[in-house]
């Protein structure tokens, strides 16, 4: 017997292979590709730095999911200030480094799916072990991202974050 990790989308009538618990962006909002050819820039998987003036890391906001023992995860990027980019570079590949006190930035991604911007929300970047992204913490406002933050979000919810994420409007 096999399970069905699929689902019927209401938007456009088919069945999908599979429900994505997370999705993420490539790059911070404000990184255009002309930065790829300057010096003081650069964009890897985890980290960015704009013109050696702003400093990015790749976390993910996590989302409890009701009923479940999993989590929705949005992979997003926060802007750090030099000293705390300086420091989390510093400790990136060093054991131990979760004991390190989060570094508090703006969220760099927009996520268009909110009634709101998310685009510079206060967040605060737990570091975790090596080799995984740190855990961002919203400021706790009545934003709905940040409410669903504190108190999850249904199945129905994800399907609905897949079907906007795989038919945008326009």
Excluded at 39 to 51: A, F, G, K, N, T
Excluded at 60 to 88: C, H, K, M, Q, Y
Excluded at 118 to 143: F, I, M, Q, S, Y
Aim: negative net charge.
């Amino acid at each position: 017997m096999s399970v069905d990790l699929g689902f019927l989308c209401s938007t456009c009538g088919e069945h999908h292979e599979e429900l994505p618990m997370s999705y993420s962006t490539m790059a911070p909002d404000i990184w255009e590709p002309a930065f790829a050819n300057d010096p003081d820039s650069i964009l890897s998987l985890d980290q960015c730095v704009i013109r050696n003036q702003a400093f990015f890391v790749r976390g993910l906001i996590e989302i409890p999911v009701i009923g479940r023992t999993d989590v929705f995860a949005w992979g997003v990027w926060i802007s750090l200030s030099r000293e705390s980019f300086a420091r989390a570079s510093e400790l990136w590949e060093t054991p131990g480094r979760e004991t390190e006190r989060p570094y508090f930035g703006w969220l760099s991604t927009e996520l268009s799916l909110y009634p709101e911007s998310t685009t510079d929300l206060k967040t605060n970047a737990h570091t975790r072990p090596v080799g995984r992204r740190p855990r961002v913490e919203l400021e706790p406002t009545d934003h709905p991202l940040a409410v669903e933050q504190r108190t999850g979000i249904t199945m129905d919810r994800v399907r609905e974050i897949a079907e906007a994420v795989l038919h945008p409007q326009r």
